[in-house]
């Protein structure tokens, strides 16, 4: 469930907080991603795959495929240890739909993440929430359980404004519940409240200082081993799949020496060095046109026939 209607109330009330930003905006950024909402997203949109022993192989069952990427086991809530990498600078934000990475203390967290090109990202960022509503991290939490949480019920008939509101004016949840009709806003049952503040600000995390994030190269004998050989899949169709994407990585870029000219050896460069001239081709000669015989008589007369004017008459 996350916070009820927490991104409703930060984009009414620190609207300034919430930045969109396309996903080439995070390249060569590392993002803490809270992978049990990912493959449950993954799982439903992923369509049945078959093996040749017709069997549906399109879930893998919770493995772990020998691919790239840093696989960590939170040993509690995936925000929580998200979060933590964030404040202790390992990672730069937390990518979840999820809210409560914010009461758990994520600096910055993205949602709507996808693998489109076209993908817009929210960014929400937690410094400038509480900085435009006025609140230590403390309150926000007090915050977050006054609006609805996972951790503990939700005060009846309390909606997120007067929430808001109540929380800026008396600080605490102690002190609201004093300035509030109990009759009208009745506590829910076995309301834990310190516990759920415990949870969002002491929780338990994997420990960012015994973390080595490292960015692995696909295992391609592991990729076989499982595909083919455990979830009998076609060998040849998953090796192709495989050198198809290796072919498709970017090969590094050899530095190339560029070839220095020497001062004294450099030319103004004429208009004939950008746009070269070939030799035309001589036209073909063609040939005069034949005078006709009415002109050539006149020119040199018909011998034979009276009234024919002598040569030099």
Not at 47 to 71: D, H, V
Request: glycine share 8%; with cysteine; hydrophobic share 35%.
């Amino acid at each position: 469930m996350g916070i009820v209607r927490l991104a409703d109330v930060i984009k009414e009330e620190a609207a300034e907080a919430v930045s969109s930003f396309p996903l080439q905006q995070y390249r060569d950024r590392i993002i803490a991603l809270d992978a049990s909402i990912a493959i449950y997203q993954f799982r439903t949109a992923m369509p049945k795959i078959f093996n040749r022993n017709g069997e549906n192989i399109s879930w893998p069952g919770g493995q772990r495929l020998p691919g790239r990427g840093e696989t960590l086991q939170a040993p509690a809530e995936a925000e929580a240890t998200c979060a933590a990498l964030v404040k202790s600078g390992k990672v730069w934000c937390t990518a979840t739909e999820d809210m409560d990475a914010l009461p758990f203390g994520s600096l910055r967290l993205i949602r709507h993440l996808s693998a489109k090109k076209s993908c817009e990202v929210e960014e929400f960022s937690l410094p400038a929430i509480l900085q435009k509503l006025g609140m230590t991290q403390e309150q926000f939490v007090d915050l977050c359980i006054l609006l609805g949480c996972d951790y503990c019920g939700k005060i009846w008939r309390l909606g997120p404004k007067k929430a808001l509101r109540l929380l800026q004016q008396h600080g605490t949840i102690e002190q609201v519940l004093q300035n509030i009709d109990s009759q009208k806003h009745p506590l829910p049952t076995n309301w834990d409240l310190e516990g759920a503040r415990r949870l969002f600000l002491q929780p338990e995390v994997a420990d960012p200082g015994q973390i080595t994030l490292e960015w692995h190269d696909p295992d391609p004998e592991g990729l076989v081993q499982f595909l083919a050989r455990e979830k009998h899949m076609n060998e040849s169709r998953v090796c192709r799949r495989l050198q198809r994407w290796h072919e498709a990585q970017p090969k590094p870029k050899e530095a190339q020496p560029k070839q220095q000219v020497p001062q004294e050896g450099r030319r103004q460069r004429k208009l004939g060095d950008f746009f070269p001239a070939s030799k035309r081709a001589r036209p073909p000669e063609v040939p005069s046109p034949r005078p006709s015989r009415k002109r050539q008589k006149l020119q040199a007369g018909t011998p034979g026939k009276a009234g024919s004017p002598e040569p030099g008459k």
